[in-house]
């Protein structure tokens, strides 16, 4: 299994500009997430999905969107690029939550996005 | 509001010194505290999840503890490849987490 897999690793964008950063698992799993990470603060959620067609704001959505057309994928649009969003962009995907068992999310690698 | 503190921000250790980390945190109701490894230029890893005070598990040299308020991350005798940022956080909603700032750890040989 590859696991969480996302691309690119890293992306410069202009002001102004829009993108689609991508990710894909391979573990079946029922939930994922996105989350960015900026210096010396902790990851923030910015939307989830609990399945495929569905999906929800986290803490921090403003600026992104989000669509769930199958199980595996999970893209974030970024539209209107904005300086704000220079981060490090983690995708996360786990169980559903079930009595039990731990839940963990796995993570992706991450995508460095600088807006310039 | 849920909330959660880690501390200390950064800890440099000699291989061999043996520390704890600490993760506080105030939540309405407690379903599930999680520590993460994350290494540089990686997402996290997950290490372990705490129910209930009381409540430890161990893995190789780390040992995670839970009270009431707060959780420990015990780093018994470290190595080297210890080094990495310890990254706590607390389940909220469908399974979602709220993530501490972490505690950057060095091991110097």
């Known amino acids: 299994n590859a696991g969480v897999t996302q691309t690119p690793k890293f992306r410069i964008l202009k002001i102004g500009q829009s993108m689609t950063l991508q990710c894909t698992q391979d573990?079946?799993?029922?939930?994922m997430y996105w989350y960015r990470q900026d210096p010396g603060m902790g990851l923030k959620l910015i939307y989830y999905?609990?399945?495929?067609?569905?999906?929800d704001k986290g803490e921090v959505p403003n600026g992104y969107n989000v669509s769930r057309s199958t199980t595996e994928d999970f893209p974030l649009r970024l539209e209107l690029a904005a300086p704000s969003q220079t981060s490090v962009y983690f995708c996360?995907?786990?169980?559903?939550?079930?009595?039990?068992?731990?839940?963990?999310?796995?993570f992706g690698p991450g995508t460095r996005l600088t807006v310039l | 509001e849920d909330q959660v503190t880690q501390s200390p921000e950064a800890l440099r250790l000699q291989e061999g010194e043996s520390s704890s980390l600490n993760c506080s945190y105030t939540?309405?109701?407690?379903?599930?505290l999680f520590w993460y490894r994350q290494d540089p230029g990686k997402g996290p890893e997950f290490l372990f999840t705490?129910?209930?005070a009381g409540e430890e598990k161990e893995k190789e040299r780390l040992k995670a503890t839970l009270t009431k308020k707060e959780s420990f991350l015990h780093i018994t005798a470290p190595k080297p490849e210890d080094s990495a940022t310890y990254l706590c956080?607390?389940?909220?909603?469908?399974?979602?987490?709220?993530f501490g700032t972490g505690t950057r750890l060095t091991v110097i040989p």
């Open positions: 705490l129910y209930s």
């Open positions: 956080a607390l389940r909220t909603g469908a399974n979602n987490l709220f």
């Open positions: 939540v309405s109701g407690l379903r599930g």
């Open positions: 996360a995907s786990s169980w559903a939550l079930t009595s039990g068992i731990d839940n963990e999310q796995f």
């Open positions: 573990m079946n799993h029922n939930y």
């Open positions: 999905s609990v399945g495929a067609g569905i999906t």
